[in-house]
């Protein structure tokens, strides 16, 4: 019998987001990213639906790879306009009871010391709902507007990214003990400073000496999401993060890489089933097959070639107007996002992909997989990548928003629940107790729990 399969949808602050063009549809609500309803609507339906989590991507730039400027992504929306993603979270955190939020932010241009606060903060507001995607930036737009020479090189921000994560670690699991907060009226003693201890860290990128300014959190460490699928980046994941995020193509290359960080977590001294891995997918679904596919093919006719090619320029590094749309493409090693290199050069060894059947590939979705039917069709082939590639769960994407998702509530989700592989209830506590079924703390093999005090 296949295990449970777990849901998150995947958002982002913006118009579009994984499906360029298609905010031109006249059903397309993303043009609404600046309202506040549309993330409350939004977070209803997936409560409803019972999804873990909400994950919000983000990037700090723009994708100005392609003909080596911005335009293309400017005319076809494709991630800019681009607002800030933690503000969308306590509200949505309102009109909800259980559902789970993975903020997206880049440790890359942002001091540890008042990020650990702000996302203390989020945790609190959120009654420990509240997980963070650790990524590392990899835009050099982005770089030079914080002024960065250049976007420093993929493996070095991995190094710098660890001693980041120390930082937080000391201020969120070391500072303050359990028991520091009393709240004793009588006594007129809030807090024990006895139980509050600086970190005195003294690193190589850092010099925090202080206590965190915040009294511990539901979780203390918010729920630890990743998202590097290249060599460096699953090593990072296996030693650090407690749901990871993939986009494998093909069930080849996603079994490949789950076995790959699950054995590195288990050299790292971590149980490998203490780690989540979803794979970014798509899902168009209706009452039939034939309903699903004459929606997929009216979606397709508003997938933009320009701003497909502006995307995955930006993803990869590489400026793909200088290919013609029909070139024959090989590996090139990039400092961007190399997984994304490595998707569209090994997902299928018999495939010649050209720009042209690149653009077709993302037009919606992005890089995952995109699956098109009915509930009984669509569900068969979550089953199916689920029982043969050993992945834990899937990273929603949409096509038409909130479209998509309420599609998958509708149609999909009661068949799911109806075959005995989803949840029909959430269970109480924090995300992390949602998703593990522990407590709410980090597990005591995790790194971060080795910084605990008292």
Not at 419 to 434: A, C, D, I, M, N
Request: with cysteine; aromatic share 10%.
């Amino acid at each position: 019998m296949s295990r449970e399969i777990r849901l998150n949808a995947f958002d982002m602050n913006c118009v579009g987001h994984q499906s360029p063009g298609l905010w031109a549809h006249p059903r397309d609500r993303s043009w609404e990213y600046k309202d506040l309803a549309y993330w409350t609507d939004l977070a209803k339906i997936l409560e409803r639906g019972k999804f873990d989590g909400l994950f919000i991507a983000d990037v700090l730039g723009i994708y100005d790879v392609y003909q080596g400027n911005g335009d293309a992504a400017i005319r076809q929306a494709t991630q800019v306009p681009v607002n800030d993603p933690l503000q969308l979270i306590p509200p949505m955190a309102l009109v909800t009871e259980h559902l789970g939020f993975g903020l997206t932010a880049s440790l890359s241009f942002e001091h540890p010391y008042p990020f650990a606060r702000r996302l203390s903060t989020l945790d609190h507001l959120t009654q420990g709902r509240a997980g963070w995607n650790i990524v590392t930036s990899y835009l050099e737009s982005g770089a030079k507007n914080i002024g960065q020479a250049a976007q420093t090189e993929h493996d070095a921000r991995y190094d710098f990214a660890e001693e980041y994560l120390e930082v937080c670690y000391k201020l969120w699991e070391g500072s303050w003990e359990d028991g520091a907060v009393v709240r004793d009226r009588a006594r007129r003693i809030f807090s024990d400073p006895s139980k509050i201890h600086p970190i005195e860290h003294a690193g190589k990128h850092f010099q925090v000496p202080g206590i965190h300014l915040c009294e511990p959190s539901p979780q203390r460490t918010p729920l630890l999401y990743q998202a590097g699928a290249s060599s460096r980046g699953k090593q990072f994941a296996a030693e650090h993060a407690e749901c990871v995020f993939v986009a494998a193509p093909s069930k080849v290359l996603l079994k490949k890489t789950v076995a790959d960080i699950r054995r590195r977590a288990a050299e790292a001294g971590r149980d490998p089933r203490s780690i989540l891995i979803f794979n970014l997918q798509t899902v168009i679904v209706d009452e039939t097959d034939a309903k699903a596919r004459a929606k997929f093919e009216e979606y397709k006719s508003w997938v933009s070639y320009e701003g497909a090619m502006a995307l995955i320029s930006g993803w990869t590094g590489i400026d793909f107007s200088q290919f013609q749309p029909n070139e024959a493409l090989r590996h090139v090693k990039t400092n961007a996002i190399q997984s994304a290199v490595e998707a569209f050069s090994t997902a299928d060894p018999d495939t010649v992909w050209t720009p042209n059947s690149l653009a077709d590939w993302v037009g919606i979705g992005g890089f995952g997989p995109l699956f098109v039917g009915g509930p009984q069709t669509v569900a068969d082939l979550l089953q199916e990548w689920m029982d043969e590639t050993d992945v834990d769960g899937f990273n929603l994407a949409y096509a038409v928003t909130h479209e998509t998702f309420s599609d998958v509530v509708d149609h999909l989700v009661p068949e799911l629940q109806k075959r005995g592989v989803y949840k029909t209830q959430y269970r109480s506590g924090t995300l992390r107790e949602k998703l593990f079924g522990a407590g709410p703390r980090l597990g005591a093999n995790h790194p971060g729990a080795r910084y605990r005090r008292g």
